[in-house]
């Protein structure tokens, strides 16, 4: 998280880190222009909450880790390609 603050400089740098490392929080600009308290926090309970899935469902369904390296890396995509033009 610290590395992806850093790499987008105050608003002036490089974005793409955070659009792989943050998909859930980054997929939001599909209802927001510009970032807000909602990305951070959706940032920063993004992987508690994937641990969460799978302490509690690996038991019962065995690819869970692998739907979520799926579905993480098509919000990546998906919120890559939906991105506002400031952050281009």
Not at 3 to 20: D, K, R
Not at 62 to 75: D, G, M, S, V
Request: positive net charge; hydrophobic residues 55%; contains cysteine.
């Amino acid at each position: 998280m610290i590395g992806c603050i850093f790499l987008m400089g105050g608003g002036h740098g490089y974005f793409e880190p955070t659009f792989v490392v943050f998909p859930l929080a980054t997929i939001l600009f599909i209802g927001f222009d510009t970032m807000n308290l909602v990305f951070l926090v959706v940032g920063l309970l993004q992987y508690p909450l994937y641990g969460i899935l799978i302490d509690t469902l690996k038991k019962r369904f065995q690819p869970i880790p692998a739907i979520i390296i799926l579905a993480h890396i098509l919000l990546s995509f998906i919120s890559y390609l939906i991105r506002p033009e400031a952050f281009k």
